[in-house]
């Protein structure tokens, strides 16, 4: 049994999504349950988290409608405007278990400390109240100000998505390996082995390019905190559902049959508190 930690969904909108351009044209469509059921997902997978691509309230109550009508949708991190004054009365105010925790798109933040906004950094401590996780969302240039913020608030539980987004197609890999093995120390923050084609070269990437960052975040975080997340449909534009997933699993095969379980599933659950 496998839970896929992160996959997206939606109902394309041009505004909405104006971070797909050009480039990644294929993604201009919509992509819904219905759309993976019909690809198929591979052998094993029986369960997904869905994570926001829209920074709206709006895409949170459609993820949880997803998650209300396919059982297969087993938790969601949706998006909360982390700064409002009016936080804590927004987080009081939900009672749908399958609200698993929350992101905001960092990455896209003109502002390298973002992060380490003061307003920011009072909401992150609102959801350790409530019990939510947070998604880290970055670039490796972002890492120093992630960094100070899981140890700002150590009983709160982070993960790192898409390995902090490496620059793979140029296999740069020094400073990124420095702040990852940092980031590990924190014990409260997990790492999701997601989005690595994407940041390689979409035409011609190889599996041997991703063992040396693979084998940085293993070192770092060993078996018990990171989890395996395929970025679908994201992952499209680097390749198939099953050829991403092929990634993982010729680097994870020679693993024990306990370590396996741990990443491509009880992580997962073990993180976001949600059912197998």
Same mark, same amino acid.
């Given at each position: 049994?496998?839970?896929?930690?992160?996959?997206?969904?939606?109902? +394309?909108? =041009?505004?909405?999504?104006?971070? $797909?351009?050009?480039?990644?044209?294929? /993604?201009?469509?919509?992509?819904?349950?219905?759309?993976?059921?019909?690809?198929?997902?591979?052998?094993?997978?029986?369960?997904?988290?869905?994570?926001?691509?829209?920074?709206?309230?709006?895409?949170?109550?459609?993820? &949880?409608? &997803?998650?209300?009508?396919?059982?297969?949708?087993? %938790?969601?991190? %949706?998006?909360?405007?982390?700064?409002?004054?009016? &936080?804590?009365?927004?987080?009081?105010?939900?009672?749908?278990?399958? /609200?698993?925790?929350?992101?905001?798109?960092?990455?896209?933040?003109?502002?390298?400390?973002?992060?380490?906004?003061?307003?920011?950094?009072?909401?992150?401590?609102?959801?350790?109240?409530?019990?939510?996780?947070?998604?880290?969302?970055?670039?490796?240039?972002?890492?120093? %100000?992630?960094?100070?913020?899981?140890?700002?608030?150590?009983?709160?539980?982070?993960?790192?998505?898409? $390995?902090?987004?490496?620059?793979?197609?140029?296999?740069? $890999?020094?400073?990124?390996?420095?702040?990852?093995?940092?980031?590990?120390?924190?014990?409260?923050?997990?790492?999701?082995?997601?989005?690595?084609?994407?940041?390689?070269?979409?035409?011609?990437?190889? +599996?041997?390019?991703?063992?040396?960052?693979?084998?940085?975040?293993?070192?770092?975080?060993?078996?018990?905190?990171?989890?395996?997340?395929?970025?679908? =449909?994201?992952?499209?534009? %680097?390749?198939?559902?099953?050829?991403?997933?092929?990634? =993982?699993?010729?680097?994870?095969?020679?693993?024990?049959?306990?370590?396996?379980?741990?990443?491509?599933?009880?992580?997962?659950?073990?993180?976001?508190?949600?059912? =197998?």
């Amino acid at each position: 049994m496998i839970i896929d930690a992160h996959q997206h969904f939606w109902n +394309y909108d =041009p505004v909405a999504h104006s971070w $797909i351009d050009d480039s990644m044209a294929l /993604l201009k469509q919509n992509f819904g349950p219905e759309e993976l059921i019909s690809a198929g997902k591979p052998e094993g997978v029986v369960g997904s988290i869905a994570v926001q691509a829209d920074q709206s309230d709006l895409e949170t109550d459609f993820l &949880l409608g &997803l998650a209300a009508e396919y059982d297969f949708i087993k %938790g969601v991190v %949706g998006w909360v405007d982390i700064r409002s004054e009016d &936080l804590t009365e927004k987080l009081s105010g939900i009672s749908n278990k399958k /609200l698993a925790g929350f992101r905001h798109v960092i990455q896209d933040e003109p502002d390298v400390n973002f992060i380490l906004q003061r307003d920011f950094q009072r909401g992150i401590g609102l959801l350790e109240q409530f019990g939510y996780t947070y998604d880290i969302l970055i670039f490796p240039t972002q890492l120093a %100000g992630a960094i100070r913020t899981v140890r700002n608030f150590p009983n709160q539980k982070f993960v790192v998505d898409h $390995i902090a987004k490496p620059y793979i197609k140029s296999r740069e $890999i020094d400073q990124w390996k420095k702040s990852m093995i940092e980031m590990a120390k924190s014990e409260n923050t997990w790492c999701k082995i997601s989005g690595m084609a994407t940041e390689a070269d979409w035409q011609n990437w190889k +599996y041997e390019d991703f063992i040396p960052y693979l084998d940085v975040i293993v070192d770092a975080f060993g078996t018990n905190r990171i989890m395996f997340g395929s970025d679908w =449909p994201v992952c499209l534009l %680097g390749g198939s559902y099953s050829e991403i997933k092929r990634i =993982p699993d010729r680097y994870f095969s020679a693993f024990s049959r306990q370590e396996q379980e741990k990443i491509f599933l009880q992580n997962t659950i073990d993180f976001y508190g949600v059912e =197998p």
